[in-house]
């Protein structure tokens, strides 16, 4: 129960807050469950080097914690360092019976090394193992439309991760694309202006939307400070107003 509060808070923000439960909690945690949480903390803060030696930490306690290689992949691949992650993932993945949560986070590491065709078996893997979040339902999608350029395949997936998290914007993002490559303008300009209404610093819907010269709709959501990411209309402006 106290874990369970220490991740809502957490997830909310506060960190000193939660520092000061995962302190509480120290005395009564196993030395491996403890580092695991603060590793979590300080990954959450954005202090990837020191949530990493927790980890490492950790795992010299016990090398089989599934859970612990899992994070230790993450942090790495936040990191940029994406050997050393897919290595970690991958021993995830082998001390994993039935969870794809580590094909997922293995799959990502592939993706972006360019490994689009090893990247797809894990995310397979995944969905197999009865994983169907929005981010799973995303990846494949975009897997789809690298390998196969199916954007119609695509856009189902895309569908189907929004249908489970209407605010995932990545989804978004590449519903949009897709869209794009079907020729369907409104529905990709659409798109792009519901993944940027849900993350500002979303680069690509940014561009996309400068590439199809909707640049008042990002001075509009800039000014006005729109916060509901919601869209009541499609804007029709004339780039060359």
Partial sequence: MKEDIFFQTL??????????????????LPRKRYLYLDGVLLETKGDLKEALK????????????????LAKAKVLMEMGRL??????AD???????????????????????????????QIDLAIEHGTRTSEVLTL?????SILD????????????????DEDHGRAWTNRGMALRQIGDEDGAV???????????????????????????????????????????????WDENE
């Fill in 54 to 69: 927790r980890f490492d930490m950790a795992l010299v306690l016990h090398l089989s914690d599934e859970s612990l290689w």
């Fill in 149 to 164: 350029q199916d954007y119609i395949e695509a856009l189902g997936y895309f569908d189907s991760a929004i249908e489970a």
């Fill in 83 to 88: 050997d050393m992650a897919k290595r970690a």
């Fill in 190 to 236: 659409y798109s792009f202006q519901k993944a940027l209404l849900l993350d500002r610093k979303d680069k690509n819907a940014r561009k996309m939307l400068v590439k199809m010269g909707y640049e008042k709709f990002i001075l509009s959501i800039e000014e006005k400070g729109n916060e509901n990411g919601e869209i009541e209309e499609l804007p029709n």
């Fill in 91 to 121: 021993r995830a993945c082998r001390l994993s019976r039935d969870d794809g949560a580590p094909h997922l986070l293995y799959s990502e590491i592939l993706y972006r090394m360019n490994d689009y065709r090893k990247a797809m078996k």
């Fill in 140 to 144: 494949k999608g975009v897997l789809i």
């Fill in 11 to 28: 997830n909310r923000g506060k960190y000193k807050k939660a520092k000061r439960i995962l302190g509480d909690l120290k005395e009564d």
